[in-house]
């Protein structure tokens, strides 16, 4: 086979007409033959193994019968109607369904004949049936029998209406196999091919469809699979190192005066080795001529803004400006506050930009961002407006990445004349390793995987709701020992006006049981002015007030080192990673640190798992995997406008290891040939431009 049989127009399929050939582009993208080859089959059944009717359930996935037809009935009204056949074997009877299609059907069925059914239950008004199953007498030796292991496609309504169901699929692929000659277009070298053991491309795609035993299946979905990652981290490596070698950036040769005095006068404690190793790392990034895309991964707390105020005063070292933006108002005042009492000792000029800086503040803060006089500048989304310009801007942090979309990212980039500013991008939702290595391949990525020192772990604590009282006593101890807590509700935009009920009734009993004076309770959420919210904000920040009851607003960043217990209310509804960060407002200080999550007494299993996984571990990549595994990488924040996650047949969370060795492989493979310019590569180079003509919107991530 062919180049060119692969590109063939599906319509020359034999049993694809036209009617066929639209639904089979509409629905699954296929226009030619080599599309349908990579229609993979997203399960396998066992067509020797039968099932017994007593043993059914409604949860199971496809399964196969053999049994006779007892009776054949219409039922219904004219236009609901259904066809019903009583299907038994020696061991019970069963319902099987179907709603279209009757009279045809009803017309191939014979009763008191062997059939061998296959179709997946389903329960209806608390009965099993099975609808739409597919029937083959049981004497007939169909071909689709003859190997063991039946692949099952994906089918929509659409197709099995066109006869394209899972089985339709699977025989246009048999007749498109049977037209397949000796060649066939290999895209990995043969050193790839002999160093990760890969069968070739043909045969990995017969078995895919096709398998005869379940180690013929592994070895071809291994191979095509290893494939698909191959290419996008070739992909990711190669824009990657096409940045280092076209974008410039400013060389900063200098680690001179302020950095110096800080780290060895002003700097109140010892680096965590962790964050030494990161300091290096941007060091050897921004002083080696070449722009500096960096993502700086860790946990809360574990001093990423430390690491990021180094880099800043750098690049100060080398008279340049830096800037860094937070994702909200709150957290650009805290890193104003923290950030100006560090460096007060150095003579530094600070300057913060919000949205509530006044007109006639941001015009003077303009005029010396433009001069010069201002060196570093801290703020919010503020700060990527057309207004704000720089004298000399060379490094720009983002903090919480992931709040920022890709198109504000890239308008700070052109603050700066010249080279573009070296970016570093933090962000405290740990991203597992293998997503990272997919989602943001074409960045170097950092991890602090270490707290500072002293730092007593979290303790946290899964409570019922019926055990109220209790935690309400413990909040009183603690707020004896001079401790302040926070009591968080859920916001979900959905539903809103519930979640703004569930959180004035919360803060109502809370005053109730912490009356004033001797308790003082702050309130903060999102519909509250910004003034005010400020001014509830710095009544606990000061110790005013014991309690903070609040939504997820305060989520990111406020840092109160005295506050010891967080409370999260209906904790079910919130996210894992959303948990983790929210639990990472306390254990800030020496003081050991509690974490309530209380929920009501029916959770579902993904719940109680996400509980478990809290009490279980402070770690924020264990987390992060969990999270991964329970609502799959689409869901992850920061992942949804990225098309990379659209895999035919690999699967970002279960083949983590694949991932890693396909990037390994491909870093080789470029290490060798960096343009894939070598006659042994050109397979490689080949399919690559293929993919990347296909894919246009590769070009545009991160
Ligand atoms: P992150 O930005 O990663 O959430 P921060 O930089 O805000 O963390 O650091 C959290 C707290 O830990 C801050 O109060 C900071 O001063 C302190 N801190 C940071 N690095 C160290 C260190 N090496 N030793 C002791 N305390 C540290
Ligand atoms: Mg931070």
New binding site residues.
């Given amino acids: 086979m062919s180049v060119q049989y692969l590109d063939t127009d599906i319509t020359y399929l034999k049993g694809v007409g036209p009617k066929r050939a639209d639904v089979l582009n509409k629905e699954l993208g296929v226009f030619k033959f080599g599309d349908l080859l990579s229609v993979f089959p997203f399960r396998y059944v066992d067509r020797t193994k039968f099932y017994k009717i007593r043993d059914i359930k409604s949860d199971l996935p496809f399964i196969q019968l053999k049994g006779t037809i007892v009776s054949i009935e219409t039922l219904g009204k004219p236009r609901q109607k259904r066809l019903v056949a009583l299907f038994k074997d020696d061991t019970g009877m069963v319902e099987l369904v179907w709603f279209r299609g009757i009279s045809w059907i009803r017309s191939g069925l014979r009763p008191n004949t062997e059939y061998i059914v296959f179709g997946r239950p389903n329960v209806y008004k608390g009965k099993v049936n099975i609808p739409h199953p597919e029937m083959d007498p049981a004497n007939e030796k169909s071909s689709t029998t003859a190997s063991s292991l039946q692949a099952v496609y994906p089918s929509t309504e659409k197709l099995t209406a066109k006869g394209l169901n899972s089985k339709g699929i699977g025989n246009l692929l048999k007749e498109l196999m049977s037209g397949m000659q000796e060649s066939f277009p290999e895209p990995l070298s043969d050193s790839i091919l002999k160093t990760a053991s890969l069968t070739s491309k043909k045969t990995a795609l017969i078995n895919i469809h096709f398998p005869k035993n379940p180690a013929q299946l592994n070895k071809a979905q291994y191979r095509l699979k290893f494939e698909e990652l191959f290419f996008i981290q070739l992909r990711l490596l190669m824009m990657r190192d096409s940045k280092k070698r076209n974008i410039r950036g400013f060389p900063f040769l200098k680690v001179g005066e302020l950095f110096n005095k800080f780290y060895k006068d002003v700097l109140p404690?010892?680096?965590?080795g962790a964050?030494k190793r990161v300091v290096k790392e941007i060091r050897d990034d921004i002083g080696s001529g070449k722009q500096m895309n960096r993502l700086l991964q860790?946990d809360?707390?574990?001093?990423?803004?430390?690491v990021a105020l180094m880099s800043m005063l750098i690049a100060l070292d080398n008279d340049y400006q830096a800037c860094m933006m937070a994702p909200t108002e709150i957290l650009a005042n805290q890193h104003f506050k923290t950030i100006s009492q560090m460096i007060e000792p150095l003579g530094i000029k600070v300057a913060l930009l919000t949205g509530s800086t006044k007109t006639a503040k941001r015009k003077e803060l303009h005029a010396a961002l433009e001069s010069g006089e201002i060196n570093i500048l801290l703020g919010t989304h503020a700060l990527i407006e057309d207004k704000v310009k720089f004298g000399n801007l060379g490094m720009v942090i983002i903090d919480e990445q992931h709040r920022f979309g890709v198109a504000q990212r890239a308008r700070l980039w052109k603050k700066s004349k010249g080279n573009p500013p070296h970016i570093l991008i933090m962000t405290?939702t740990p991203i597992p390793r293998t997503l990272a290595m997919t989602l943001y391949g074409d960045l170097d990525v950092s991890i602090?995987d270490e707290l500072?020192?002293g730092r007593k772990d979290i303790k946290t604590i899964h409570r019922y709701d019926s055990s109220r009282l209790k935690v309400f006593g413990f909040m009183k101890e603690e707020i004896k020992k001079g401790r302040q807590i926070y009591v968080v509700y859920p916001l979900i935009q959905e539903s809103e006006k519930l979640d703004y009920k569930d959180l004035m009734d919360g803060y109502e009993s809370i005053s109730r049981e912490f009356p004033i004076p001797e308790y003082q309770i702050s309130i903060v959420h999102g519909k509250m002015k910004s003034d005010v919210k400020e001014f509830e904000m710095q009544r606990f920040v000061s110790g005013k007030t014991q309690i903070m009851v609040a939504t997820n607003v305060i989520e990111v960043g406020v840092?109160v080192a005295n506050a010891t217990v967080m409370v999260l209310e209906s904790a079910e509804r919130f996210g894992l990673s959303q948990l983790h960060q929210l639990r990472g407002r306390v254990g800030?200080g020496a003081e050991q640190s509690y974490c309530i999550l209380m929920t009501d007494g029916k959770l579902t299993g993904n719940g109680k798992l996400r509980m478990e996984t809290m009490v279980h571990t402070n770690d924020g990549f264990e987390i992060a995997e969990v999270d991964m595994k329970l609502r799959g990488p689409g869901d992850l924040e920061g992942t949804q406008q990225s098309g990379t996650l659209e895999l035919k047949i690999a699967d970002i969370v279960r083949d983590g290891q694949i991932i890693q060795y396909a990037r390994e492989i491909a870093t080789k493979t470029l290490e060798k040939d960096p343009m894939l310019k070598s006659s042994s590569n050109s397979r490689v180079a080949n399919h690559l431009a293929a993919l990347n003509k296909h894919h246009k919107d590769w070009s545009q991530i991160s």
């Fill in positions: 404690f010892e680096l965590t964050q860790g809360v707390g574990s001093g990423k803004t430390l405290a602090i500072p020192p840092d800030r």
